[in-house]
């Protein structure tokens, strides 16, 4: 259009368009959502490298370091923290589409700075057991409730990116996490968990003065009405739907993951003999390492990935990599070759997986329902993230070290044996609509 002086006036940028306020407004909300990710995971991950060795402590000095129930311990440890996220992610998800993500994210965080310190504390099995169930009930509201709130504020086009960034800001805590928690531990096993829950409060307060409440759509009756079944009900429903093969899939790549995350501080300390206590700074830069790669392809590949190829050649390609990975995990003879050989794979292959599958989620399903339907889909990242760590353990202790990563690589090529099936339905991105009906959908509160 022209202007007085006769010159044209630009037209306005396309809603989204880079350089759009639309654009603009997008990035800024999910950057300050990140930087609070980022620090709740950190202070969660801090623990990692400490578990075996909390073990230890607590079974006595007379315990052999050797001994592989300690493997065991620290998979029901894991267990028991992600078993509580199973039955909580979806109550804080809906809850969330109810009253708004920013309390749930605040009381969340309450939970985690006295649990953290309470995990600190603790000298005996019962307390750390105690710690981590009341961790995770509490801490279970923040994936479900940031994951929704990076749906809220990116349309279906960006919304692998901001996923992404969700899955980055969690990289990105797992690479400092680990690092500080065995530099820390060292000295004393209590203060990594000190520092986590100062991190937690420090968070809270982010959450409360800087990140805005996001605009929601309004939840519909059919997805508040939680009257009727039980939320196992609900999960085999869901399962039994149109985008079902994505929530299997969810499951099946988080439960190979478990296997690893819930026994390798344990393979550590006593397939390559890091067992005295300043060996926590190599079970931390073991992690912080794969926590690299994973923040390299969440952070950056990503982006240009789903926009070159889209998400189901990366949902592929993830699983496929997970299976070639783990089922070379055995044959590593030294913790050098483990690092540039299998551990490659696993996490590049986890890095593509969990953004892309959850994009593919949340596309798939209404407006409405993104809370409730990533707090299904955090139901089955938490039940399998229960299961893995329980499964491995009890392989660890009862076949042999190896035992876990085997499964692990057995059950990602049944995955992509699963993934090539539907490969179709994958591409599909319209909504296919998770009916959340009345009597159907109580899945949030109830066994």
């Given at each position: 259009?022209?202007?007085?002086?006769?010159?044209?006036?630009?037209?306005?940028?396309?809603?989204?368009?880079?350089?759009?306020?639309?654009?603009?407004?997008?990035?800024?909300?999910?950057?300050?959502?990140?930087?609070?990710?980022?620090?709740?995971?950190?202070?969660?991950?801090?623990?990692?490298?400490?578990?075996?060795?909390?073990?230890?402590?607590?079974?006595?000095?007379?315990?052999?370091?050797?001994?592989?129930?300690?493997?065991?311990?620290?998979?029901?440890?894991?267990?028991?923290?992600?078993?509580?996220?199973?039955?909580?992610?979806?109550?804080?998800?809906?809850?969330?589409?109810?009253?708004?993500?920013?309390?749930?994210?605040?009381?969340?965080?309450?939970?985690?700075?006295?649990?953290?310190?309470?995990?600190?504390?603790?000298?005996?099995?019962?307390?750390?057991?105690?710690?981590?169930?009341?961790?995770?009930?509490?801490?279970?509201?923040?994936?479900?409730?940031?994951?929704?709130?990076?749906?809220?504020?990116?349309?279906?086009?960006?919304?692998?990116?901001?996923?992404?960034?969700?899955?980055?800001?969690?990289?990105?805590?797992?690479?400092?996490?680990?690092?500080?928690?065995?530099?820390?531990?060292?000295?004393?096993?209590?203060?990594?968990?000190?520092?986590?829950?100062?991190?937690?409060?420090?968070?809270?307060?982010?959450?409360?003065?800087?990140?805005?409440?996001?605009?929601?759509?309004?939840?519909?009756?059919?997805?508040?009405?939680?009257?009727?079944?039980?939320?196992?009900?609900?999960?085999?429903?869901?399962?039994?739907?149109?985008?079902?093969?994505?929530?299997?899939?969810?499951?099946?790549?988080?439960?190979?993951?478990?296997?690893?995350?819930?026994?390798?501080?344990?393979?550590?300390?006593?397939?390559?003999?890091?067992?005295?206590?300043?060996?926590?700074?190599?079970?931390?830069?073991?992690?912080?390492?794969?926590?690299?790669?994973?923040?390299?392809?969440?952070?950056?590949?990503?982006?240009?990935?789903?926009?070159?190829?889209?998400?189901?050649?990366?949902?592929?390609?993830?699983?496929?990599?997970?299976?070639l990975g783990f089922l070379t995990f055995a044959f590593a003879p030294k913790l050098w070759v483990l690092m540039i050989g299998p551990m490659i794979p696993i996490a590049v292959g986890s890095g593509l997986n969990s953004p892309a599958i959850r994009a593919l989620i949340s596309r798939k399903?209404?407006?409405?329902?993104?809370?409730?339907?990533?707090?299904?889909?955090?139901?089955?990242?938490?039940?399998?993230?229960?299961?893995?760590?329980?499964?491995?353990?009890?392989?660890?202790?009862?076949?042999?070290?190896?035992?876990?990563?085997?499964?692990?690589?057995?059950?990602?090529?049944?995955?992509?044996?699963?993934?090539?099936?539907?490969?179709?339905?994958?591409?599909?991105?319209?909504?296919?609509?998770?009916?959340?009906?009345?009597?159907?959908?109580?899945?949030?509160?109830?066994?």
């Amino acid at each position: 259009m022209p202007l007085p002086n006769g010159s044209l006036q630009e037209p306005p940028p396309v809603p989204y368009s880079k350089g759009s306020p639309e654009y603009h407004q997008m990035h800024t909300r999910l950057g300050l959502l990140a930087i609070a990710v980022i620090i709740n995971v950190l202070g969660f991950s801090v623990v990692i490298p400490l578990v075996p060795y909390y073990i230890r402590a607590a079974l006595g000095s007379a315990v052999n370091p050797f001994d592989p129930h300690i493997g065991q311990i620290a998979g029901w440890l894991t267990a028991v923290y992600a078993l509580m996220q199973f039955f909580f992610a979806p109550i804080w998800g809906r809850l969330s589409d109810k009253i708004g993500r920013k309390p749930i994210l605040i009381g969340s965080l309450c939970g985690d700075v006295i649990f953290y310190t309470m995990f600190g504390l603790s000298h005996s099995l019962v307390w750390l057991f105690t710690a981590r169930i009341l961790a995770g009930i509490f801490s279970s509201a923040t994936l479900a409730v940031a994951q929704a709130y990076a749906a809220d504020v990116t349309p279906p086009e960006h919304r692998a990116v901001g996923l992404g960034m969700i899955g980055a800001s969690f990289g990105v805590g797992f690479v400092f996490g680990p690092a500080l928690g065995g530099l820390l531990g060292g000295h004393n096993l209590g203060l990594p968990l000190f520092v986590a829950a100062g991190f937690a409060f420090v968070n809270l307060l982010f959450i409360w003065k800087y990140l805005p409440e996001p605009p929601r759509h309004e939840a519909t009756d059919q997805t508040a009405d939680t009257k009727s079944t039980s939320r196992l009900a609900t999960m085999v429903r869901v399962v039994t739907s149109p985008i079902g093969f994505l929530y299997i899939l969810t499951f099946a790549v988080t439960f190979a993951f478990s296997n690893f995350e819930g026994t390798f501080t344990s393979y550590l300390m006593q397939h390559f003999g890091f067992t005295r206590m300043n060996s926590t700074a190599v079970q931390g830069g073991v992690f912080t390492y794969v926590g690299v790669l994973m923040v390299l392809i969440q952070g950056g590949a990503i982006r240009p990935l789903v926009k070159k190829f889209g998400e189901p050649p990366l949902v592929l390609a993830g699983v496929g990599l997970m299976a070639l990975g783990f089922l070379t995990f055995a044959f590593a003879p030294k913790l050098w070759v483990l690092m540039i050989g299998p551990m490659i794979p696993i996490a590049v292959g986890s890095g593509l997986n969990s953004p892309a599958i959850r994009a593919l989620i949340s596309r798939k399903s209404a407006a409405t329902n993104q809370g409730a339907t990533l707090g299904i889909s955090a139901s089955f990242d938490s039940l399998a993230r229960a299961t893995g760590p329980a499964a491995g353990g009890w392989l660890y202790a009862h076949v042999s070290e190896a035992a876990p990563y085997w499964c692990a690589g057995i059950v990602m090529a049944v995955a992509f044996l699963f993934a090539v099936l539907n490969y179709g339905p994958m591409q599909i991105a319209d909504p296919v609509g998770l009916n959340m009906a009345p009597v159907e959908s109580d899945a949030v509160g109830k066994t």
